[in-house]
């Protein structure tokens, strides 16, 4: 024992100098600057006094970010960059080719929030003196001598009030928007008062929704500070702390340099500094400096002049069991049970050859979930959990289900996964032929649909790197129709490159497919910031955008009703008389978007069909079960649907006694592992036992780190993550190995994912 302790010390020794030598590169430390600034300054302390080894805290803080920048793939600062992809006609011996230049180019955002906050505080204040125009409510819509339409965020309450002369007189004169002095002034004169006199009149209609402000910054802007000084400039040109703004907007306008710290940590500063300064100007409340450096903006890392390429030819084999999976996972869609139940809902509360307009169904729907359950009617008792969003129904429950659909759709889908699962299995691997599948994708009900696009997210197996077949890992499966696509447009833009391709072409119409709308605005989240992808957006409250009208569907022009080929409802747009398919094309989670967006995207739209969080061919037993659980690799032809997963509760999982050892709980570990064939090298995860499912789904823990548990620094990690943890423990297999990258990307081993969208114009 005495000599493994002495090995372990010495390897923690060298460990320990390795993970020195990482923090030194310029780019992990430009990239730890954003992700923990308190880190950075606690290494670059340790090396001007020349501390070595670290503190056992800062060791453990370092160990979790340099496995997290080795391999995990999800963007963030220069962690991890983003290139473009295209495909080639020709072979080649590689599954991905890279050209250009690698090098990074850095993208600084301002977090989209914090522009609201700060064009609330300057404009809205008084909307006549700031110039602001105002427009309808792009949701309203007048019945039976009301008028409906949504409220402001995150509420979004829907409000109701009389059609009064005096209300439409506004709107009569609002028409397609003017500015908020011509509506007073109009109204006046044609009222016979003063502006001032009707001033409130107006400025209650904006209150309640009626009316609404349009930014003089578009909620995609590239340059919102700088449209928003020029605004200022024309309107307003002694408006307190337009210098700081316009300080704020060179420091945006100036960019870094990955190679910079020095100077990337004053702009830091810097910007950290004016944002203070400019939220205690305007009175918001706003956190310390130090915070806001943090959370205020935003870093993205592309490779603006490098592509990868990769060959239809060599992918083809992959290409053709994906499309396999896109068709199976129409079975699967998570939102499926909700169009069933809406349908059965429409046909009930409206009749069954009705058709509404979108915000009536989203009302009924909003008014039939707050009834208390005494008052809820027979036929609606069944539909209502499927209807709450907000809390999705647990698979069971399809089974117990008294409506024929979801019933139905139970016993399909235990088939399904049954028939995947029933593949040959060889030891940790359940390998299932591609045509079973397709097998299970014929003579099912209309309203089962396959899915029209999908985008996939890939690691290539190494086998493929080395002259063999090539093979993928499919991490996720998300809705397609180019989400994602003019968000990495955008950066890789910004940062001097392009991503062709991204904009799609108008290909509704008569005899065509749905029109494609995006929806329009950011929600106040920079990850939706991008650049236009849909031939169409749907048009949504309190978004401003610089498209053409003719490009816009305004919410309050959406109707619903049913589709005789499906039984299914269908969105359309009641100007065009056209089938409209909705597309969320950012990157916020779909469960985050406004209640109205949300209802529409599971109605109508496409979800995630594919997550590690909510995984298809787990038993649900097996997340409950008290012992140790098995659950295999499952390989679709060439493809990986699922990992190896081994999970316990944590009170199995051997954790360090107190006062124990290191060396003998790294044996003690390591018999465990072994005698569970759980891998050494593997990606953990905690999953709680408490909370709801939007906890378990978001909670930083679910994310999965990457561990060597022989390695002494890691093995501390594993140490602090599981100290004082009560939940479920899961040991992922580490597939493809991070430790034995091969894929030669720009002449470096990196860790990479392919995002790769796969469309079918008929819908099969």
Sequence with gaps: MSALASAMEADGADEGRNLQRVAALPAFRHALSQASPALLDELLRAERDRLSPLRRRTSIGL?????????????????????????????????????????????????????????????????????????????????????????????????????TPQVAACLRIVGDGCTSAELRETLAERAGKRPEEVAAFCGHLVRLG??????????????????????????????????????????????????DITGYRAQQSRIAGLLTEIGAGLGLDWPESSTLGKIAFHENAVVPHGRLSASKAAWRPVLDDLDVLRRWLGLHDRMLPVRLALARYAEHRFGAAATVSFLALHAAVQADLALPDDECPDWLRPLRPYLQLSSPVPADALERSPVPELA?????????????????????????????????????????????????????????????????????????????????????SQAGGDLPGARRPDDGGPGQGPLLAELSGTFGVSVNLRDPVAPYEIDYPYTTSTRPAAERIPLGDLVVRTDPSSGLLELVSGSRDLPVRPAHLGMMADPLLPPAARLMLAAFGQSYLLHPSLSLLKPASAAESPEVELVPR????????????????????????PGEPDAEHLLRLARWLRAHGIPRRCFVRLRSSDGDWVSSVFAKSRKPMYLDLSSVSMLAVFRHMTKGFTGRVAFEEALPDPAAATAAVWGEARVTECVVELSSEDGR
Excluded at 240 to 253: A, K, M, Q, S, V
Excluded at 430 to 448: F, G, H, M, Q, Y
Excluded at 638 to 657: D, H, N, T, Y
């Design 210 to 259: 009626v009316l609404e402000y349009e930014s003089p910054v578009a909620d995609h802007s590239r340059t919102p500070l700088g449209d928003l000084i020029t605004h200022l400039g024309r309107v307003r040109p002694g408006t307190p702390l337009l210098g700081r703004l316009d300080l704020l907007h060179r420091e945006f306008e100036r960019g870094t340099s990955p190679d």
């Design 408 to 492: 139905l759709l139970h016993r399909l889908r235990r088939q399904s996964v049954a028939t995947v699962l029933s593949g040959e299995r060889h030891g940790t691997v359940i390998r299932t032929d591609p045509k079973l599948l397709v097998e299970l994708t014929e003579d099912r009900p209309a309203w089962v649909r396959t899915p029209g696009s999908v985008g996939c997210y890939l690691q290539l197996l190494d086998e493929s790197e080395e002259g063999g077949p090539l093979r993928a890992v499919v991490n996720t499966v998300s809705g397609g129709f180019g989400k994602g696509q003019g968000r990495w447009s955008r950066l890789l």
């Design 63 to 163: 160990t979790k970010f340099v496995s997290r920048a080795a391999t995990k793939t999800s963007p963030y600062s220069t962690f991890t960059a983003t290139a473009a992809g295209l495909w080639h006609e020709g072979h080649s011996r590689t599954a991905l080719a890279s050209d250009g230049r690698g090098g990074l180019g850095c993208v600084l955002e301002l977090d989209r929030l914090v522009v609201e906050q700060v064009l609330r505080a300057l404009l809205e204040r008084d909307p006549a003196g700031a110039g602001l125009r105002v427009r309808r409510n792009p949701s309203l819509q007048e019945s039976e001598g009301r008028y409906t339409f949504l409220g402001r965020r995150p509420a979004e309450s829907l409000v109701t009030i009389p059609a």
């Design 634 to 657: 499952v390989e679709v032809g060439r493809l990986v649907v699922q990992r190896a997963e081994w999970s316990a509760p944590a009170g199995l999982v051997p954790v360090q006694r």
